[in-house]
T-cell receptor
């Protein structure tokens, strides 16, 4: 079975400061990794995904994430946040043989302080 | 515009009164899914469907029913809602096993009193 842990339920950060949102997973099989973002009062949308190849993946809105197999982590980063990044961010994994079935983390709320 | 729509967006009801939340996608996607979102728990899958007339239970199916008579529609049915089903519900769809992206509806906030 797979599981996903997002270590922080909330991350407050000043505008224009860098941010890292942490995600660790456990799985006995190879997985695909995803970050989704949920803006206030909206559904979720895909931010970025890791399928294979380069361990550093870039997504929309200046976000990037690095897959670290040895540490089973997939942390999300942005060098300079804006007020518009205020949202909840969800890490998810899926088995490679069943990528419809996503296992979700509990989410991290990114709070931008002016 | 490619989208997943849900109706209603907000619903307040009483215990035991049957309700249906509709979900429709216009992208000809094979896979559709229902999730509930509760604070601190992330998203938990209720039911999913791999194609027309093919549905299966997710992690928290108790108290819910679904049907998939047409490819575009995947309604969620609560036959006898209870207060523990108060939650935010999302419908999602995915095009194929190789598309690696789920598209979400805007959510339905359900309150059962």
């Amino acid at each position: 079975a797979q599981s996903v842990t997002q270590l922080d339920s909330q991350v407050p950060v000043f505008e224009e400061a860098p941010v890292e949102l942490r995600c660790n997973y456990s799985s006995s099989v190879s997985v695909y990794l995803f970050w989704y973002v949920q803006y206030p009062n909206q559904g979720l949308q895909l931010l970025l995904k890791y399928l294979s190849g380069s361990t550093l993946v870039k997504g929309i809105n200046g976000f990037e994430a690095e897959f670290n197999k040895s540490q089973t982590s997939f942390h999300l980063r942005k060098p300079s946040v804006h007020i518009s990044d205020t949202a909840e961010y969800f890490c998810a994994v899926s088995r490679m043989d069943s990528n419809y079935q996503l296992i979700w983390g509990a989410g991290t709320k990114l709070i931008i302080k002016p | 515009e490619a989208q997943v729509t849900q109706n209603p967006r907000y619903l307040i009801t009483v215990t035991g009164k049957k309700l249906t939340v509709t979900c429709s996608q216009n992208m000809n996607h094979e896979y559709m899914s229902w999730y509930r979102q509760d604070p601190g728990l992330g998203l938990r899958q209720i039911y999913y469907s791999m194609n027309v007339e093919v549905t299966d239970k997710g992690d928290v199916p108790e108290g819910y029913k679904v049907s998939r008579k047409e490819k575009r529609n995947f309604p969620l049915i609560l036959e006898s809602p209870s207060p523990n089903q108060t939650s935010l519900y999302f419908c999602a769809s995915q095009g194929s096993i190789n598309s690696y992206e789920q598209y979400f509806g805007p959510g339905t906030r359900l309150t059962v009193t």
